[in-house]
């Protein structure tokens, strides 16, 4: 199979405070992972795309001093929204790419900022 | 600039209906177009279509690509109320560059 998890599946925080998410393939070696946010009844926006040991491509108007994205080994990826407020409130979806097969996607992290 | 649009964007049907969802999409590199159900989390992949006229089919859903004409249509026979999400289309336009649509809300009644 090809299973992507994402800890925590859901986070509660005061703004100004940061939030790391985690993404992990469990049972493959992802070349690629992709991050996304979505909002209420929207579709899935990519915020950025991340190669395991290289820096992390943003698409156009996402912060990369806001949205840190930590690429470290071919099963994990982490976002960190630093210095989170309440528009960052959203469902964010990590998903992981095997080699030349499509992505797949993990269980979602839905972030509130208070 | 890349779009990707899906039609309609809500739909009510009962239980037995056959539906047709459509995407169609505006890209400068096509690579592949992938249909996605997403329920209450994260999308679960249904197809991946890279050729024209190909029909792609599991169980009661089935897919097909016009890369002439830039669409896709995705079908669902004898829809069940498990069927109830809303259906994803995306576009990898590029290399790892994936483009949404809005997506599809369909709702089967019992």
């Known amino acids: 199979g090809a299973v992507v998890s994402q800890h925590p599946s859901w986070v509660i925080c005061k703004s100004g405070t940061s939030v790391k998410i985690e993404c992990r393939s469990l049972?493959?070696?992802?070349?690629?992972m992709f991050w996304y946010r979505q909002f209420p009844k929207q579709s899935l926006m990519l915020m950025a795309t991340?190669?395991?040991?290289?820096?992390?491509?943003?698409e156009q108007g996402v912060e990369k001093d806001k949205f840190l994205i930590n690429h470290a080994s071919l099963t994990l990826s982490t976002l960190t929204v630093t210095s989170a407020h309440p528009e960052d409130s959203s469902f964010y979806i990590c998903?992981?790419?095997?080699?030349?097969?499509?992505?797949?996607f993990g269980p979602g992290t839905r972030l509130l900022v208070l | 600039e890349d779009k990707v649009v899906q039609s309609p964007l809500s739909l009510v049907v009962h239980e037995g209906d056959t539906v047709t969802l459509n995407c169609s999409y505006e890209?400068?590199?096509?690579?592949?177009l992938l249909w996605y159900k997403q329920e209450k989390k994260a999308p679960t992949f249904l197809f991946m279509l890279?050729?024209?006229?190909i029909e792609k089919k599991s169980g009661r859903l089935s897919s097909i690509l016009d890369k002439k004409e830039l669409f896709s249509i995705l079908n669902i026979t004898a829809t069940q109320t498990g069927d109830s999400a809303v259906y994803l289309c995306?576009?990898?336009?590029?290399?790892?560059?994936?483009?949404f649509g809005t997506g599809t809300r369909l709702k089967v009644l019992a």
């Open positions: 998903s992981a790419r095997k080699a030349l097969e499509t992505q797949y």
């Open positions: 049972d493959f070696q992802a070349t690629t």
């Open positions: 991340s190669n395991e040991g290289s820096k992390a491509t943003y």
């Open positions: 890209v400068t590199n096509f690579r592949s």
């Open positions: 890279t050729s024209s006229g």
């Open positions: 995306a576009v990898e336009a590029g290399t790892y560059k994936y483009i």
